[in-house]
Every structure is written in structure tokens, then in C-alpha cells.
């Protein structure tokens, strides 16, 4: 009996294509560091039609934002982490970022080309490009 319910489990697991199991594999991940009221890196490339978890980590003492209105706009987006997301009529407008702190945004860019981001906190002057090719 032992013997068949290990050839069953061995079968069922052999039977489940291996595309069910794509999307938590293929999903690449990015994370931007904001330090010193900078992001690091600066630059982000992603790829059109490809998803992704683009991560920003503060690790300053500060509130920090992350304000990306034009790659958001209109986009298939999850956002997580503990970050405070703040919403205006055309969507997600920016999310504020505690010390310490972590947010996660899971997309597909749908829409090619250069997207700048910036935290809008006053006296911050941080700015940064996503680039999706």
C-alpha cells in the first residue's frame, strides 16, 4: 500500500505542468535602497510585458515618498509593504515610505519608455528614472 501512494503522489506531481509554477519563478525582483536622501541606484531598467516586484527599502531616519505617476497610471498594480499609499481620481498618486521601512510594487509595465520618480517630501530634492524596454 505504502508502496502505490508514493507511485500516486509521484505521478500527480509528474502530471502538473510546470507553467503553474512560472509565475512565482520567472517574477524577477528589484530593490532600490533610499539612503542619504538618495535612491540607489538611480536608474531602474525593466522589461515591457514583464512582470516584476520593484522593492524600495528606506533606510534613512526619515519619511520618505515614492511618486511614479506616469508608469502607474492606468497599470495592473499591486502595492504592499508598510508604506502609506495615497489615491487621487487618476489612481495610486505616490506612497510615503516610513524609516525602516519597506513597499513592494507588483506590475507588468504595459508601455515602454523613460518614467522619472521622486519623493515629494519638502526639502527633499530625490530624483530617479525607470526605464522600460
Known amino acids: 500500500m ?3 501512494v508514493g507511485f500516486i503522489c509521484l505521478a500527480l ?13 520567472e517574477t524577477e525582483s528589484i530593490t532600490v535602497d533610499i539612503r542619504g536622501r538618495a535612491f540607489i541606484p538611480n536608474r531602474v531598467l525593466l522589461r515591457h510585458n514583464q512582470g516584476i516586484v520593484l522593492r524600495f527599502r528606506n ?16 497599470a495592473d498594480l499591486n502595492v504592499g509593504g508598510n508604506g502609506a ?7 495610486l498618486k505616490r506612497v510615503i515610505v516610513p524609516p525602516d521601512g519597506l513597499i513592494e510594487f507588483r506590475l507588468t509595465p504595459a508601455r ?21 524596454e
Open 2 to 4: 505504502r508502496g502505490s
Open 13 to 25: 506531481a509528474l502530471a502538473i505542468p510546470t507553467s503553474a509554477f512560472s509565475s512565482e519563478i
Open 59 to 74: 533606510l534613512d531616519t526619515e519619511l520618505h515618498s515614492v511618486v511614479v505617476k506616469d508608469l502607474f497610471f492606468n
Open 85 to 91: 499609499q495615497e489615491f487621487g481620481p487618476e489612481g
Open 112 to 132: 515602454t519608455g523613460t518614467f522619472s520618480y521622486l519623493c515629494d517630501m519638502p526639502g527633499h530634492d530625490m530624483k530617479a528614472v525607470i526605464v522600460v
